[in-house]
């Protein structure tokens, strides 16, 4: 997220290194669900929509690796700027953020990663997001606001999650989108089922040469839309989640299979060569 | 070529590698810094030793299905599966971006028989800008039903010698430390012709997840890296550097300039950074500031000085 | 005899290791449980599956000089040296304590020769209140120039023999990671007629100070032990549990529920809890708990249901 | 430092275990020195000076074990009772401790070990604190006020510290003895030079019958006590450090070698067989 002051790359550049910053408020929004607000040094770069990332509580020895987050928001101020990122507590390393109190440090490396592309010509863009799965796609729905307004396409947002609790970050999309259908597992908030099952009814608005489908969610979710969009032709845009060690491309560690030319398949980088993938180009079973 | 923007290069940190002369004794693990590129944009590389690049055979390889990875108690455990571009494609591809640098190469190669060794390294032998080869016996053999060549005493030997045969450039050979006595293996390399050993590779782990009863990694087991194993790492590089009269260049849970201490101190004439890279993109480079540190801190002229001067045990 | 206060052993958790019937499978690891008096006061003793003791020989012995332990990444090194009271004192002083309790004891011992082992065997056999024996054959053997027993499957077996030759009681021999293929001795100690195996014991390692240029243990190597090397020990374990008949305890870094259903899940028949006592004095009873809780959670019957139930993975 | 509330002995009591409680205060007192209050419940043992604590911060996995600090004053209050600590930063975990917020929690086992003992006919308690060796004799000298009046020895307290701004904890002693002499190394502040000079110069004083010596402090200075009471008979309790793992007498990590009647040695353990030793008795060079 930052560069180290002490050196200079041949281009003038100081190099990159992870940076350290404060936690400005680290807020429970839903029973396991957080927003971590960062500030960050105004030297930083802006990340783009689907980019992440590495999160490391500072100082300490346990989890030793970094954990990937996707961007879910970034504002530049006066004097640095705000990064949040929304997270869901899954395991240890999360944990430890859920309990970083406001003013603890944290270490960012970043932004990585690649981006949603929406070219210029999309006249629709429908998210879909399965649970903490909104956090990329809220930030690439406040993009497409950020552009011109006669380029603007129109945003249609499907949220899926397990329960009326679990629905985090609403707010937000539905200030960025035209339309948010929301459904839950136990229908106790919108439309009781799938959000690949609502999804799938709207099918015939979606499928165009317009359109584009960017998805974040469970990989039960995007196998299920890879198996509703093989009769379709409509671009999908997915965000895929690996374990990951460097985040930086070298380490190989969170290689996803997706076919090859020749019928078979190969490993691609979650880090570098994605995280955002062509739906149709993955391999969901090897 | 680039020049070294910040003259952080005290003289005080050369080493000579079995022939192969370093600015400092600080590498990068192979596998843990891919082919140099990911890294160039954190460090300058024209202040690293050297850099060791991920594990090349004849052909490229795809690697294990995922999961990979899984964090454990202070380390990690992978199961890359030695994916590879393959050592042409290396050659081509990579290893002109690394030309750019003052920086040594060294290739490190591995193969499923000897003939595969061999080949790969009279490839590598040809090529313009590798400075030495480093050989990973620590693959298991499939013509042998899986033991690795480097468990076996005879077979690391074998394995040296064909490399040595077929190339100029200095050997390294790296050991595994799922063996017995890696000092029998050092000394068996030495005696067939190895310049330098590098040691440990990764130990072999594995880690269940209990709510699935599936292990967490795809391919069962993997290789332990990273902090937990540096006691283990620092134990076997103080044997063998009492056994053998090539230099060791010392590997395992290195994260800080701290552990790269340890290790010089244990008889280790160089050190390789492997998993710290993942957790500060920018460790090589701390490392190397941290070294340069304490020998001005202790006023040791020169850090061959340091190496290898352990003193005050009692051994039982 | 106390009975059980709390009633908390649930049937389902009972176990057979080697004709030794447990009401649990959590055991405590020799050396890190003292001879019981010092976690009476943290733990019901009624509750655990049995009490291994601190390594027993011959004769009493002082242990190496200090400095004797120190902490590394996730783990600790010990060098104790296997300080003891000898097996007459233990049997006079100690056991009598633990006879009070219903927990079977299981004397761990060792020897610098195979005659020691047979007599320390012989005299545990004949102590009242001693239900099995664990055979440390990691220790090494000064007549054979520092050699382990454990390290070698012909030695290993010798052992086996000559302390099955002695005693009626169940043999579990404990083997030692610090070597090539952990399997193969499994083998050789099972043909030898051992009823059970443990493992691992420590992995040998060391750590420097390095302002004085010292090794942090007075003997310079010692065992590392704690949750640094639960995955080596989690992947012996499942590879000798795929090759031996005998019952398996699974040892090594097990800090809690989670990780000893690890072990089990990858074929352990039982585990021993060693250095998590020294972090959590009541970490053998929360184990315990947690052990039931998730038998009742996940509807498993009987623990020997979950045992090496581990699927889906794909070994390349 | 505990009970824990579901099991009970046989006898009735409820099994012991290391107790989590909150920080109350953590607070620097001298550029690396810190006391830190803990809130205990009302069911805990009492502390006897000389004992010790292992303690942890919880929910950390590193560092893995406790750490081993001495007991450095109690109180029962209302609701439950508060114990102090003083400590040095020496390394990873003294760092961590520092860290430590109010509120925050950690884990106590103890008191563990043994005591100080002054019996009834001592007439002068000389003791002798080398740097943060200070905690267990200012809370010894508090104990020895604490007894009946007519009974109370006089108490003499020699404190030694690398200079000025390591001198910690005075005020409480000043407050329990009847007399405290300091030196620095430095001669920033009392005497210029080591608190054993100090001691030695008062030799005559204190070889009495009726006096003893509790001393707590670097290895350095208590061997060099050692040697100063040679020629003397004074008795002199010290309590020893060394790393532990388990605190409990279990691990025989801790091992110090004392004299056997044999001429020769043995170990015995700081943690159950200490930490308070004759001074006479420990072998300081093998
Ligand atoms: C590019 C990318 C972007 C992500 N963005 C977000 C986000 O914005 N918000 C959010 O809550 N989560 C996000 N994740 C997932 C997040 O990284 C994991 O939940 C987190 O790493 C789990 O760490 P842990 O230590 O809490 O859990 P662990 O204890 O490590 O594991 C708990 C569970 O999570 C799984 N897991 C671990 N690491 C990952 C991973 N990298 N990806 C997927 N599953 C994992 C484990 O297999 C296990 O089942 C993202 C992942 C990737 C790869
Ligand atoms: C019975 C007892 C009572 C103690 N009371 C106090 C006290 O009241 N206040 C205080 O500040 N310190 C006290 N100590 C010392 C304190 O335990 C150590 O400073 C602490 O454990 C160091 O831990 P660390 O992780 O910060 O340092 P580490 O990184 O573990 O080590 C730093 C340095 O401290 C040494 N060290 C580590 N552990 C110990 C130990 N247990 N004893 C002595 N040296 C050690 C190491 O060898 C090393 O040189 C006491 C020790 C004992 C045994
Ligand atoms: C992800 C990963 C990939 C690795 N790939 C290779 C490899 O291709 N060839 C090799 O010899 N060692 C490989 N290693 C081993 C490292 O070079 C090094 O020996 C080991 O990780 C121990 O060092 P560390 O603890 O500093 O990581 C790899 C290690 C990791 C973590
Ligand atoms: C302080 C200490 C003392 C030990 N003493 C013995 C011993 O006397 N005999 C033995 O067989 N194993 C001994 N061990 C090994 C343990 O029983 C166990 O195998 C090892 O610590 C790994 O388990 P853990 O990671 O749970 O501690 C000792 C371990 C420690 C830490
Ligand atoms: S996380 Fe290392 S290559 Fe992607
Ligand atoms: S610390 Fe374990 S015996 Fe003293």
């Not at chain 2, 591995?110 to 009279?122: I, S």
């Not at chain 2, 290789?223 to 790492?233: C, F, T, V």
């Amino acid at each position: 997220m930052g560069k180290s002051g002490s050196e200079r790359m041949p281009c003038g550049e100081p190099y990159r290194s992870a940076v350290s910053c404060r936690v400005m408020e680290n807020r429970r929004v839903a029973e396991g669900y957080f927003i971590m607000s960062l500030g960050l040094p105004a030297a930083c770069d802006t990340p783009l929509p689907g980019q992440f990332v590495m999160l490391r509580a500072k100082g300490v020895q346990a989890p030793l690796l970094g954990r990937p987050l996707s961007v879910y928001a970034f504002k530049r101020g006066e004097k640095g700027a705000t990064l949040e990122v929304l997270y869901k507590v899954a395991g240890t390393g999360t944990l430890l953020f859920s309990g970083l109190p406001d003013g603890g440090d944290v270490e960012v490396l970043g932004p990585l990663g690649g981006r949603f592309e929406i070219s210029p010509g999309v006249k629709n863009v429908i998210l879909v997001a399965g649970g903490v799965g909104v956090a990329p796609l809220s930030f690439l729905a406040s993009h497409c606001r950020g552009d011109r307004a006669d380029a603007r396409p129109r945003i249609t947002c499907y949220v899926g999650a397990g329960s009326a609790d679990a629905l985090v970050g609403l707010d937000r999309l539905e200030a960025s989108c035209s339309d948010v259908r929301i459904c839950t597992d136990d229908g106790s908030c919108g439309h009781h089922g799938l959000v690949t099952d609502l999804l799938e009814k709207d099918f015939n608005l979606l499928d165009s040469r317009d359109s584009v489908i960017c998805a974040c969610g469970p990989s039960a979710m995007l196998k299920r839309m890879a198996e509703l969009l093989e009769k379709h032709t409509v671009a999908c845009q997915i965000s895929m989640e690996e374990r990951m060690a460097c985040g930086l491309g070298a380490c190989l560690g969170c290689a996803v299979a997706v076919k090859a030319g020749d019928g078979g398949f190969r490993y691609r980088r979650v880090c570098k060569d994605g995280p955002i993938f062509d739906l149709r180009e993955l391999i969901w079973e090897r | 070529m680039r020049t070294n923007p910040v003259g952080t290069v005290t003289p005080r940190l050369g080493v000579d590698i079995g022939g192969l002369i370093l600015k400092n004794p600080v590498m990068t693990a192979s596998g843990t810094f891919g082919y140099g590129e990911e890294y160039a944009a954190y460090n300058d590389l024209n202040r690293l030793g050297a850099i060791i690049v991920k594990g090349l055979s004849l052909e490229s390889r795809p690697g294990n299905p995922p999961p990979r990875i899984m964090e454990t108690a202070s380390g990690m455990l992978n199961a890359i599966g030695l994916e590879n571009v393959g050592v042409r494609d290396f050659i081509r591809e990579k290893l002109p971006f690394l030309r750019q640098f003052d920086l040594p190469v060294i290739a490190n190669i591995f193969g499923e028989t000897l003939d595969e060794y061999q080949k790969v390294a009279e490839i590598l032998n040809r090529a313009k800008g590798v400075h030495a080869l480093e050989v990973n016996i620590s693959c298991p053999n499939v013509k042998k039903g899986g033991i690795a060549f480097g468990a076996d005493p005879d077979m690391a030997a074998e394995v040296t010698r064909k490399v040595k045969g077929a190339v100029d450039l200095p050997v390294i050979v790296k050991l595994t430390p799922n063996v017995t006595d890696v000092a029998v293996i050092a000394e068996s390399v030495e005696a067939a012709g190895a310049n330098a050993v590098s040691l440990i590779n990764t130990i072999t782990g594995m880690s269940i997840d209990v709510e699935r009863r599936v292990p967490h990694l795809k391919n069962v087991t993997g290789g332990l890296s990273g902090p937990a194993i540096k006691p283990i790492a620092l134990r076997m590089v103080w044997q063998v550097a009492r056994r053998v009269k090539v230099p060791v260049i010392g590997i395992g849970g290195i994260m800080n300039a701290n552990d790269a201490l340890e290790f010089l101190i244990a008889g280790a004439r160089a050190i390789q950074i492997g998993t710290a890279s993942f957790v500060n993109p920018r460790a090589v480079s701390d490392i190397l500031d941290g070294l340069a540190a304490y020998l001005a801190r202790h006023d040791i002229s020169h850090i061959n000085n340091l190496i290898g001067t352990l003193t005050g045990g009692e051994e039982c």
